[in-house]
Nanobody, 122 residues
């Protein structure tokens, strides 16, 4: 059974930084795209950043220049470095990944973590 476990959330002051991690575990052949989503209270879940296995990235316009996504395939882990944080970054952050179970499972299955809360407050 594949699991995604996020860590690194917490309370930070405006202008501060946090680094989120998400580690995948279980029986896997390969991890394709990895993503970070967030959901603020009363809002829909939105895609914050995505990184392909080849390293191509996408970052939401409102966090561009402040957030960086990266991955370490040796550790089956994706990171989200969040700098210059703003009150509007307060949300639960979720990890998402497409994970292949075998060579023939080309597109893989989609998995979600349980989320880690991030609060930006003075």
């Amino acid at each position: 059974q594949v699991q995604l476990v996020e860590s690194g959330g917490g309370l930070v002051q405006p202008g501060g930084s946090l680094r989120l991690s998400c580690a995948a575990s279980g029986s896997m052949f390969r991890i394709n795209d990895m993503r970070w989503y967030r959901q603020a209270p009363g809002s829909q879940r939105e895609l914050v950043a995505q990184i392909s296995r080849g390293g191509s990235t996408y970052v939401l316009d409102s966090v561009k220049g402040r957030f960086t996504i990266s991955r370490d395939d040796a550790k089956n882990t994706v990171y989200l470095q969040m700098n210059s944080m703003q009150l509007e970054d307060t949300a639960v952050y979720y990890c998402n990944a497409e994970i292949r179970s075998s060579l023939s499972d080309y597109y893989g299955q989609n998995y979600w973590g349980k989320g880690t809360p991030v609060t930006v407050s003075s």
